[in-house]
């Protein structure tokens, strides 16, 4: 079944402990992105990823970090996470055409108290 | 900078009627391309409809049609026959095309509630 899986579903952590969410597609997609999810906000783009090793910022990218060494994987790295990092975040992927749709992982409930 | 408006953050239709979910946006480019996503209480993101903007003809999915207005920017979403299940965050999202970068925005939602 062709998918975006991420991992944990759920996380509630503390400030400044550094936690990572995992974002896997196994549709053999070139972009890849990262979205939070805010009330009254909508979704707002992090960070995203046209390939392997080429990673640019979004329009929220303070205080996160991302990296693609495979071309499935696109984890998100929160290094000193704060109260105002909690959050739905939500990772998607498609191939890299022009207007090609971008399908959405499950989504991941960030709470950093 | 592209800006997307959903205007209503609220609606309510009774089961089997026809509502219209309206969304603006704000743009220079000529090419984009134009989405409605659906998010149910799972919380999933699912792709509604899609608008290629260089296409006059509007899109259609089964019960799900927009009317999509390039010159006034202008992008509406007609559920008709609602059912129960339709009820769900639906997100308006504008994906403009720079080189080989797609970046979607995303408008703040309109939250629709399906009665019986």
């Known amino acids: 079944e062709a998918q975006v899986t991420q991992n944990p579903r759920y996380l509630i952590t503390v400030t400044g402990k550094k936690l990572t969410v995992t974002c896997s597609q196994n549709m053999n997609h070139e972009y890849m992105s990262w979205y939070r999810q805010d009330p009254g906000l909508g979704l707002r783009q992090i960070y995203y990823s046209m390939n392997v090793e080429v990673t640019d910022k979004g329009d929220v990218p303070e205080g996160y970090k991302v990296s693609r060494k495979e071309k499935r994987n696109f984890p998100l790295i929160l290094e000193s996470p704060s109260p105002n990092q909690t959050s739905l975040y939500f990772c998607?992927?498609?191939?890299?055409?022009?207007?090609?749709?971008?399908?959405f992982g499950p989504g991941t409930r960030l709470t950093v108290l | 900078a592209q800006t997307v408006t959903q205007s209503q953050p609220e609606m309510s239709v009774q089961e089997a009627e026809t509502v219209t979910l309206s969304c603006t946006y704000d743009t220079s480019e000529n090419n984009y391309y134009l989405f409605w996503y659906k998010q149910p209480p799972s919380r999933q993101m699912i792709l509604v409809i899609r608008q290629e903007a260089y296409k006059q003809q509007n899109a259609t999915e089964n019960r799900f049609s927009v009317n999509f207005q390039k010159a006034a920017k202008s992008f509406s979403l007609k559920i008709s026959d609602s059912q129960l299940g339709d009820t769900a965050m639906y997100f308006c999202?504008?994906?403009?095309?720079?080189?080989?970068?797609?970046?979607?925005?995303f408008g703040t939602g309109t939250r629709l509630q399906v009665t019986l």
């Open positions: 999202a504008f994906m403009r095309i720079t080189g080989t970068a797609s970046k979607l925005t």
């Open positions: 998607a992927s498609s191939l890299l055409g022009r207007g090609d749709t971008q399908y």
